[in-house]
């Protein structure tokens, strides 16, 4: 008889939290948006999200900013 191993339950949200407290979000901040049954549209908005993926860190991930890209094209940068 096959025994089935069950995977170890993990609470809601806990991806959420350890990824925000990478990001340097506080606990409290990283919990409260964690909880929250908004989409990830609608918590890209949140303090957390705007603390932890900053304008310095996105650029570090190697994205490209438009506000940057439209002063260049228009001979401003």
């Known amino acids: 008889m096959a025994t089935h191993v069950l995977p170890e339950t993990v609470a809601p949200g806990a991806?959420?939290?350890?990824?925000?407290?990478?990001?340097?979000?506080?606990?409290?901040?990283a919990i409260l948006t964690s909880i929250s049954s908004k989409s990830y549209w609608h918590l890209s908005k949140t303090k957390a999200t705007q603390v932890g993926m900053s304008n310095e860190w996105l650029k570090g991930q190697g994205l490209v900013s438009v506000r940057d890209l439209w002063l260049k094209a228009q001979g401003y940068a």
């Open 15 to 29: 991806a959420k939290v350890r990824n925000l407290l990478a990001l340097g979000v506080s606990k409290r901040q």
